[in-house]
């Protein structure tokens, strides 16, 4: 049994951050130990808005303390981490995964720089996106941004996919060994697809599935790629065959959200996919 601290936000309703990541993991056959940084209503996108409230400094590092205190933070293989409140929450996800890897070397740190969008509605606080760029990016084993992250992070424009592939070593040579863009947008091969690309020590690879032409896009399908290529990478999958299982399980579920003509990701009813994806697309070397 795999082990994931999950740190991130917390919606009571709907699916985003550890709301999409926590269940999924789960179902995978991962224990998974929740850290909220955030806990909203919903998430931030809804039109009508939101209450809720940012977790305290120091509330991280005091759950990492006692953890360390009952002898159980050496069991966890890894960090997940995503949406934070501030960056001095940033620092102290840092501080965790130092404190885990002193424990367990082996232990993985996945990094989601959710970095939000004015597009989209996403709201994160000042400071986070300067925070992902000049302190995590070192400590990270595995990095996941999308196309807007990725040219934050890395200071470029990005239209190509060749550009995009040429970021994303930009950002292993400063850390990360694996990076997976979540989501070409413009710069894809086929405008009317999602695709994604993976880079790692194996090379570069390519996937795509279908857009579903949704009324009001889903939020957390960032959230839940992050949560389902970790697990898949826990679970004892390469690189390549982790990135087909999560595409292939994303897909499903957001199939059956299309189905369902819902807005939110619906998880419970698609769960056969995240834990027996249906692999019908691979990944494409390039």
Same mark, same amino acid.
């Given at each position: 049994?795999?082990?994931?601290?999950?740190?991130?936000?917390?919606?009571?309703?709907?699916?985003?951050?550890?709301?999409?990541?926590?269940?999924?993991?789960?179902?995978?056959?991962?224990?998974?130990?929740?850290?909220?940084?955030?806990?909203?209503?919903?998430?931030?996108?809804?039109?009508?808005?939101?209450?809720?409230?940012?977790?305290?400094?120091?509330?991280?590092?005091?759950?990492?303390?006692?953890?360390?205190?009952?002898?159980?933070?050496?069991?966890?293989?890894?960090?997940?981490?995503?949406?934070?409140?501030?960056?001095?929450?940033?620092? $102290?996800? #840092? %501080? +965790?995964?130092?404190? *885990?890897? &002193? !424990?367990? @070397?082996?232990?993985?740190?996945?990094?989601?720089?959710?970095?939000?969008?004015?597009?989209?509605?996403?709201?994160?606080?000042?400071?986070?996106?300067?925070?992902?760029?000049?302190?995590?990016?070192?400590?990270?084993?595995?990095?996941?941004?999308?196309?807007?992250?990725?040219?934050?992070?890395?200071?470029?424009?990005?239209?190509?996919?060749? $550009?995009? #592939? %040429? +970021?994303?070593?930009? *950002?292993? &040579? !400063?850390? @990360?060994?694996?990076?997976?863009?979540?989501?070409?947008?413009?710069?894809?091969?086929?405008?009317?697809?999602?695709?994604?690309?993976?880079?790692?020590?194996?090379?570069?690879?390519?996937?795509?599935?279908?857009?579903?032409?949704?009324?009001?896009?889903?939020?957390?399908?960032?959230?839940?790629?992050?949560?389902?290529?970790?697990?898949?990478?826990?679970?004892?999958?390469?690189?390549?065959?982790?990135?087909?299982?999560?595409?292939?399980?994303?897909?499903?579920?957001?199939?059956?959200?299309?189905?369902?003509?819902?807005?939110?990701?619906?998880?419970?009813?698609?769960?056969?996919?995240?834990?027996?994806?249906?692999?019908?697309?691979?990944?494409?070397?390039?």
């Amino acid at each position: 049994m795999k082990r994931v601290l999950s740190i991130q936000s917390h919606v009571v309703f709907g699916c985003a951050g550890n709301s999409a990541a926590v269940f999924p993991m789960r179902r995978m056959g991962i224990e998974v130990w929740p850290v909220n940084t955030v806990q909203f209503s919903n998430h931030t996108q809804y039109r009508e808005g939101w209450q809720g409230m940012r977790m305290p400094d120091g509330h991280i590092g005091e759950l990492m303390t006692g953890l360390a205190d009952i002898g159980v933070l050496g069991q966890c293989d890894g960090i997940l981490s995503g949406y934070l409140g501030s960056p001095e929450q940033g620092e $102290e996800v #840092l %501080a +965790a995964v130092a404190q *885990l890897k &002193a !424990l367990n @070397p082996a232990a993985l740190y996945f990094c989601d720089p959710v970095m939000g969008g004015p597009d989209k509605g996403c709201v994160v606080a000042p400071g986070v996106a300067t925070f992902f760029r000049t302190q995590a990016l070192a400590a990270a084993d595995m990095l996941a941004p999308n196309l807007l992250e990725l040219e934050r992070l890395t200071g470029r424009a990005i239209n190509t996919l060749g $550009e995009a #592939l %040429a +970021a994303c070593e930009a *950002l292993r &040579a !400063l850390g @990360p060994r694996l990076v997976m863009v979540k989501h070409l947008g413009r710069a894809a091969v086929h405008p009317d697809r999602f695709e994604m690309v993976l880079v790692c020590d194996q090379g570069a690879f390519h996937l795509s599935r279908l857009l579903y032409p949704f009324e009001r896009q889903p939020i957390g399908v960032g959230d839940l790629l992050s949560a389902t290529m970790l697990a898949n990478l826990l679970s004892g999958c390469d690189p390549v065959t982790a990135f087909e299982r999560t595409n292939a399980s994303v897909d499903g579920v957001l199939a059956c959200t299309w189905r369902a003509r819902a807005s939110e990701l619906q998880l419970v009813a698609a769960q056969a996919a995240l834990a027996e994806p249906q692999v019908l697309t691979h990944a494409t070397r390039l």
